[in-house]
């Protein structure tokens, strides 16, 4: 085999493994983008209370302290103690839960896993889907499945917020099955209110996942605008040093 080829052949097996994730994730229920920000500050600081108040009492989130958390989010101390530090006595510590593993896999077959880094393993897309697919399935323990991970263990801790669904399917005009959820219950929030929260959620899983990420978007501000003036001098160094040369 002749060097390009194997070139070619190196190329090819490498973007048939990168394009592995893409068929996997596109084999099942379409997800919805969550359009999320996590430079918006404001919408992590909800998306920490959503968090704390619906999904601590179960998931972790060990790799997480409170003060830094409190840092890079702008809160200040006597707001994370009283509105965060639920189950923690000092802001070094990180996002633990009193559940003992042992008990949590009686109850739900297997413990709840730590969502620190959920947001990097499963993506935001597939986060934000998820918790808004659950519908009614009297045949499971916990009385409900979800679309996008069929027989998922996890209740829906937020029926109450969105209300409850059921599954429909309908047949197309090609007699493809269409699969459809349409509500059963009002939650005490409207479904945009309820995409809203959803949203926030899942932007504080996506900090969680990479905390830095927030520190590099406000050196790249920096760094590019250094670029964008070291340019300028550049050029008009240049200019200055060739304007005599014929």
């Known amino acids: 085999m002749q060097p390009s080829a194997r070139l ?13 994730p893409a068929m996997t994730a596109g084999g099942g229920y ?12 404001a919408s992590l600081q ?10 601590l009492g179960c998931h972790s989130a060990q790799y997480v302290r409170y003060n830094r958390l409190a840092s890079d989010l702008s809160i200040s101390e006597d707001q994370l103690v009283n509105n965060l530090m639920f189950a923690a006595e000092k802001p070094h510590e990180t996002m633990q839960i009193a559940m003992p593993a042992e008990d949590a896999a009686v109850w739900f077959g297997q413990p709840p896993p730590d969502l620190t880094l959920v947001s990097r393993s499963r993506g935001t897309d597939f986060l934000y889907t998820f918790l808004r697919t659950f519908y009614v399935d009297d045949s499971k323990p916990t009385g409900v499945n979800n679309l996008v991970l069929e027989g998922a263990s996890m209740p829906h801790v937020l029926w109450e917020l969105q209300g409850l669904q059921r ?19 009002a939650g005490t929030l409207s479904p945009e209110e309820y995409d809203a929260f959803v949203r926030d959620l899942v932007n504080f899983l996506d900090y969680t996942g990479e905390p830095m990420q927030l520190e590099r978007q406000r050196l790249g501000f920096w760094v590019l605008l250094f670029l964008l003036v070291f340019g300028l001098f550049a050029y008009l160094l240049k200019v200055e040093i060739w304007k005599d040369v014929k």
């Open 8 to 20: 070619l052949s190196l190329i090819g097996a490498l973007l048939l493994l990168a394009a592995q």
């Open 30 to 41: 379409p997800l919805d983008s969550a359009n999320n920000d996590v430079g918006n500050i």
């Open 46 to 55: 909800r998306g920490a209370r959503n968090f704390v108040n619906y999904c």
């Open 167 to 185: 599954k429909v399917v309908t047949k197309d005009e090609e007699d493809r099955e269409v699969v459809s959820l349409e509500p059963v219950t």
